[in-house]
């Protein structure tokens, strides 16, 4: 089945740490992208990839970094420097066209030990 | 910025009760999209819109895009238990590109 594959789904970091989230995606889109919900909040978008070796900061970047060596991957890093990374993280995909939907992952929740 | 309001923020109903809730907009969107997030999962895309006045149905959700082009309405018909969940709309910022602005969600809560 094509998808969005996230893992792992739950996550703990300890102070300090730096941990990466993986994001796969076999639907051959050319974009990609990570966003963070916070309990009862909506959907804030962190970095955007609109195609390979090139991604772009959305609104909430620091404390972030990303990489899109391939088509289908797009892992975010959540650095030391995020200092309150508990939150729902969700990746998404789409054609790269525009006024196409996104297509989701199925989060992954980070926890700070 | 864009800014998408959604109302209610959130809803108790009771089982095979319909449901309406919307998504406005201070500025006009040329594609609305409505997602539906079970807890602890991804938002799934329920219904996509992209012509003002265009109404659409998927099972018992029916969605429209609002003459206006600054709203869509979401209506679920006989609701089930199931329905639970967040349900939020989205729509291209600035009108263009691929890049989405969702609303804040309205949960719904069913009562079996």
């Known amino acids: 089945d094509g998808g969005i594959t996230q893992s792992p789904k739950y996550l703990f970091r300890k102070e300090g740490q730096n941990v990466t989230l993986s994001c796969e995606q076999n639907?051959?889109?050319?974009?990609m992208y990570w966003y963070r919900q916070d309990p009862g909040q909506g959907l804030r978008l962190i970095y955007y990839s609109q195609i390979v070796n090139d991604f772009q900061k959305g609104d909430i970047a620091e404390g972030y970094s990303v990489s899109r060596e391939k088509k289908e991957s797009f892992p975010l890093t959540v650095t030391s420097a995020q200092k309150n990374p508990t939150a729902f993280y969700l990746c998404a995909s789409s054609i790269g066209q525009s006024n196409q939907p996104q297509h989701f992952g199925d989060g992954t929740r980070l926890s700070i030990l | 910025g864009q800014q998408l309001n959604q109302s209610p923020q959130s809803m108790f109903i009771q089982e095979g009760e319909d449901v309406s809730m919307n998504c406005t907009s201070s500025?006009?969107?040329?594609?609305w999209l409505w997602y539906k997030q079970d807890p602890g999962e991804g938002p799934v895309l329920l219904i996509a819109l992209y012509k003002a006045g265009e109404l659409t149905s998927n099972g018992r959700l029916t969605a429209q895009f609002g003459i206006t082009r600054k709203d869509s309405f979401l209506n679920i018909s006989a609701s089930i238990p199931s329905d639970v969940g967040i349900y939020f709309c989205?729509?291209?910022?600035?009108?263009?590109?691929?890049?989405?602005?969702f609303g804040g969600g309205t949960r719904l809560m069913v009562k079996p």
């Open positions: 500025s006009i969107f040329n594609t």
């Open positions: 639907l051959n889109h050319d974009a």
């Open positions: 989205a729509g291209p910022r600035n009108n263009a590109g691929n890049m989405l602005t």
